[in-house]
């Protein structure tokens, strides 16, 4: 199935640096999501974003809804351990009740 | 704590086998989804519940599976004669019908499959 293009793939980062990742789709979506999941668990719900140019903050994270409706950006501040796991993002459409997800970025934090 | 919880949390099986999960959605909320999870993939889409009606279906999901959601509150996915493509990580998750809110879904901790 579709899975939407995430960058980076990987990130190393040294505890304390601010973080940047995008999300890109071939099609418009309507809502985006952002999710970070730990190993063995299921996805937790960070931000969720509903309109064009949205900028959403969750504490240390910001979130934006593209313009364009094709992609998304998330970005980590001040990073700090328990930050480390893999971050997905998600798009979805009215109508359509599945979420499509994307291939996720993997982020180490460097001792 | 009322979030999505799911049973068992890893299972593994012969090929060939039945297997059976179940999912308790957040209890407020009538819509459930399930979706599969291969290692170093996102999650992907198999099937969705608006409370016991099952209104859409993935192609992924094959005549093997089977989800249903009797009563509208938890729901069970079946795999018959599992075979070893079918090895990954399924989730369930649920929404609100309603409002904002219902494009969010919150997830459970999934169920690790393991076909030998």
């Known amino acids: 199935g579709q899975q939407l293009n995430q960058s980076p793939q990987s990130m190393f980062i040294q505890e304390g640096e601010d973080v940047s990742m995008n999300c890109t789709s071939s099609?418009?979506?309507?809502?985006w999501l952002w999710y970070k999941q730990d190993p063995g668990e299921g996805p937790v719900l960070l931000i969720a974003?509903?309109?064009?140019?949205e900028l959403t903050s969750n504490g240390r994270l910001t979130a934006q809804f593209g313009i364009t409706r094709k992609d998304s950006f998330l970005n980590i501040s001040a990073s700090i351990p328990s930050d480390v796991g893999i971050y997905f993002c998600?798009?979805?459409?009215?109508?359509?009740?599945?979420?499509?997800f994307g291939t996720g970025t993997r982020l180490t934090i460097i001792p | 704590d009322t979030g999505v919880s799911q049973n068992p949390r890893h299972k593994i099986t012969k090929r060939g086998q039945n297997v059976t999960f179940r999912c308790d959605p957040i209890?407020?909320?009538?819509?459930l989804y399930w979706y599969r999870q291969t290692l170093g993939q996102g999650p992907e889409f198999l099937t969705y519940?608006?409370?016991?009606?099952?209104?859409?279906k993935s192609r992924l999901l094959s005549d093997r599976f089977s989800a249903e959601r009797p009563k509208g509150s938890f729901s069970t996915l079946e795999i018959q004669r599992t075979e070893q493509g079918d090895s990954a990580m399924y989730l369930c998750?649920?929404?609100?019908?309603?409002?904002?809110?219902?494009?969010?879904?919150?997830f459970g901790p999934g169920t690790r499959l393991t076909v030998t």
């Open positions: 998750a649920s929404s609100p019908s309603t409002g904002t809110g219902s494009y969010e879904q919150y």
């Open positions: 099609s418009i979506f309507n809502t």
């Open positions: 974003l509903y309109k064009a140019g």
């Open positions: 998600a798009g979805h459409n009215f109508g359509n009740e599945k979420l499509t």
């Open positions: 209890s407020e909320h009538n819509r």
């Open positions: 519940f608006q409370n016991e009606a099952q209104l859409e």
